[in-house]
């Protein structure tokens, strides 16, 4: 399968630990973005790489929420000293750069990672 | 404060009927909107439109975009049972995405 893969698929913990969820992208694809749903909701975009460099983070990451890429490749987040306010989907996508114009290409997105805090 | 207003927010419909889908949006420095379907799993890529009044088509789905008014439009003509889903819009600026809200489809046999 060549498609974006997330793993864990699924993540229970407990108030106040850290997780940390990674995403493979797309092999080809430079672009990597992370998201957050909760139900009901459409996605709610946290932070962007552009290869290793990390270009965009959303006011919504507090500082508890670090996403690294180090090689340009997979990334990680994490999230230290989970609240239960964090429970959610979390979603990885992945794309192409964007043509000349400016307008971006489709992302493809993981299954995400459901983390639900205790 | 960039925002992606999609509505209705859910809809009921039987088979056979066609439906249409709002999506208007608020943001800075817009490059693309954005429609994807999402069932029970991540949001799969329906149509990317960058440009006012060129039709999208893919079978029984279209999409429109105008962007004086800033809204789209997706239309899905002879719904089926499998179009039950949640349809997403989402506009790109420079480097963000902004979805909306979604609109949930329920269509009954």
């Known amino acids: 399968d060549t498609g974006v893969s997330q793993n864990p698929r699924h993540k229970i913990t407990k108030r106040g630990q850290n997780v940390t969820f990674r995403c493979d992208p797309i092999s080809e694809h430079n672009r990597l973005y992370w998201y957050r749903q909760t139900l009901g909701q459409g996605p709610e975009f946290l932070t962007y790489f552009q290869n290793e460099a990390q270009l965009e983070k959303s006011r919504l990451l507090s500082d508890r929420f670090s996403a690294e890429r180090p090689k340009g490749s997979f990334s990680t987040l994490e999230i230290q000293r989970t609240e239960q306010g964090d429970s959610a989907m979390y979603l990885c996508?992945?794309?192409?750069?964007?043509?000349?114009?400016?307008?971006?290409?489709?992302?493809?997105f993981g299954p995400g990672t459901r983390l639900t805090v205790l | 404060e960039d925002k992606v207003v999609q509505s209705p927010l859910s809809l009921v419909v039987h088979e056979g009927d066609t439906v249409t889908l709002n999506c208007s949006y608020e943001?800075?420095?817009?490059?693309?909107l954005l429609w994807y379907k999402q069932e029970k799993k991540a949001p799969t890529f329906l149509f990317m439109l960058?440009?006012?009044?060129i039709e999208k088509k893919s079978g029984r789905l279209s999409s429109i975009l105008d962007k004086k008014e800033l809204f789209s439009i997706l239309n899905i003509t002879a719904t089926q049972t499998g179009d039950s889903a949640v349809y997403l819009c989402a506009v790109t600026t420079f480097n963000k995405f902004y979805f909306g809200s979604g609109t949930k489809l329920n269509v009954k046999p």
């Open positions: 960058t440009s006012s009044g």
């Open positions: 943001v800075t420095n817009f490059r693309s």
């Open positions: 996508a992945s794309s192409l750069s964007g043509g000349g114009g400016g307008a971006y290409n489709e992302q493809f």
